[in-house]
């Protein structure tokens, strides 16, 4: 099955720096990658996603990028705002796209500091 | 986006009770639905996938017969803790698919589970 890492765990920046988060995959027939936030005690909510036929996305502040040779991804966020603090977790879907079965990262617990 | 509503939000029962936690997609039909577990800070893990109509599927570890899935309908999933003990404390949280069939899952706002 797929194996999800990312990295850091943890993560504390200055208000105005920009933060990377990354993660590798096992399952090169892994196809979409979603990146979710999630505060303390709520849902997650997806931020942005990229799939496989696609080397860069962005979004505003937050772009993500993907080396399907070298099976990572990334998520970079720019000009962080305190807002931004949350746990985010990286995920990968092997099932083709059509099952949306997803697995997902430790988590980086984001801290942004005024 | 697409809505998905669980409840109840936050339940106490007592060791070997049954506890029942309802998965709603509010505004679409979502044939297929997920579990996972989270415990406090850690991820995500999947724990079953509910099909409506058929049965679940589970992932390797996870009882069947201790956590029981439901998906009569295309709006409805139930996960139902059989004999809950201490142990089954967590964070339980459901995701559907939206039917824009963007690949995007859209998850319940979660429902904490505490056995005493």
């Known amino acids: 099955g797929e194996n999800v890492e990312q990295h850091p765990s943890t993560l504390s920046v200055q208000e105005g720096d920009s933060a990377v988060i990354k993660c590798t995959y096992s399952d090169s027939a892994s196809n979409y990658f979603p990146w979710y936030k999630q505060e303390l005690g709520k849902r997650p909510q997806l931020i942005i996603d990229?799939?496989?036929?696609?080397g860069e996305k962005k979004d505003q502040r937050i772009a993500v990028t993907l080396n399907k040779t070298a099976k990572h991804f990334s998520l970079h966020i720019t000009e962080t705002q305190p807002e931004d603090s949350a746990v985010y977790f990286c995920?990968?879907?092997?099932?083709?796209?059509?099952?949306?079965?997803?697995?997902f990262g430790k988590g980086t617990l984001l801290t942004v500091n005024p | 986006g697409a809505v998905v509503s669980q409840h109840p939000s936050r339940v106490i029962c007592k060791s070997g009770t049954s506890v029942k936690i309802e998965c709603r997609s509010l505004?679409?039909?979502?044939?297929?639905m997920f579990w996972y577990r989270q415990f406090p800070k850690q991820s995500l893990m999947l724990m079953a996938t509910?099909?409506?109509?058929?049965?679940?599927?589970?992932e390797q570890g996870v009882e069947k017969d201790k956590f029981l899935i439901n998906h009569a309908s295309l709006t409805l999933s139930t996960l139902t803790v059989t004999s809950a003990h201490p142990e089954d404390s967590s964070f339980y949280i459901c995701?559907?698919?939206?039917?824009?069939?963007?690949?995007?899952?859209?998850f319940g706002e979660g429902s904490r589970l505490t056995v005493l």
């Open positions: 509910s099909n409506e109509g058929s049965k679940a599927t589970y």
């Open positions: 505004d679409f039909q979502a044939t297929t």
């Open positions: 995920a990968a879907d092997n099932s083709g796209g059509s099952n949306y079965k997803l697995t």
């Open positions: 990229i799939r496989s036929n696609v």
């Open positions: 995701s559907a698919a939206g039917t824009a069939n963007t690949g995007e899952l859209f």
